[in-house]
T-cell receptor
Framework: GQNIDQPTEMTATEGAIVQINCTYQ??????LFWYQQHAGEAPTFLSY??LDGLEEKGRFSSFLSRSKGYSYLLLKELQMKDSASYLC??????????WGAGTKLIIKP | DAGITQSPRHKVTETGTPVTLRCHQT?????MYWYRQDPGHGLRLIHY???????DKGEVSDGYSVSRSKTEDFLLTLESATSSQTSVYFC?????????????FGPGTRLTVL
């Protein structure tokens, strides 16, 4: 079967750095997406990786290793507004998104 | 902002009643999707559409039907609602012509079936 694993919850301190991991086993791979979802709101797109390596976008970076079935989202200079759930999704061989259950990130002052 | 609205935003209904949720987009996107989101689960695809009158089933399509008679509207119908269909429902569009293009989500509909 297809499976996306992420930690359920993480806690970090304002101003610090946090890394949210995602491992996947899917039938085929056409890219990996990260979304942010604040409580009670819709998911919003953060990043897309299809090639191995690091993609940097401001305070957020996303890394992919296809051979290891592994990605991480790195958030730097954490702000209180970064408190949210972070969703990892893999596009499979049918171009359908397979979603992880999400990682709830709690930022403490 | 991908110009997606959903209605209603909240609904409480009783078991056995039909329910229709509406997704409306203003930017002429070809692909539209319906997902449900439940605690402890990732988003799960219910149905999707790749054009007017062109739809296909997703992972959790049982108990749901869809229709798309106009590009801008994608309707999700629960023929006879059950308590297991209590969930948050998100509509999404795919921006662009490539299969790997990003999906953008509407604000969601919170449905409670009593």
């Amino acid at each position: 079967g297809q499976n996306i694993d992420q930690p359920t919850e993480m806690t970090a301190t304002e101003g610090a750095i946090v890394q949210i991991n995602c491992t996947y086993q899917t039938s085929g791979f056409n890219g990996l997406f990260w979304y942010q979802q604040h409580a009670g709101e819709a998911p919003t797109f953060l990043s897309y990786n299809v090639l191995d390596g690091l993609e940097e976008k401001g305070r957020f970076s996303s890394f992919l290793s296809r051979s290891k079935g592994y990605s991480y989202l790195l958030l730097k200079e954490l702000q209180m507004k970064d408190s949210a759930s972070y969703l990892c999704a893999v596009m499979d061989s049918n171009y359908q998104l397979i979603w992880g259950a999400g990682t709830k990130l709690i930022i403490k002052p | 902002d991908a110009g997606i609205t959903q209605s209603p935003r909240h609904k409480v209904t009783e078991t056995g009643t039909p329910v229709t949720l509406r997704c409306h987009q203003t930017e002429n996107h070809r692909y539209m999707y319906w997902y449900r989101q439940d605690p402890g689960h990732g988003l799960r695809l219910i149905h999707y559409s790749y054009g007017v009158k062109d739809t296909d089933k997703g992972e959790v399509s049982d108990g749901y039907s869809v229709s798309r008679s106009k590009t801008e509207d994608f309707l999700l119908t629960l023929e006879s609602a059950t308590s297991s269909q209590t969930s948050v429902y998100f509509c999404a569009i795919r921006e662009g012509q490539m299969d790997t293009d990003t999906q953008y989500f509407g604000p969601g509909t919170r449905l409670t079936v009593l």
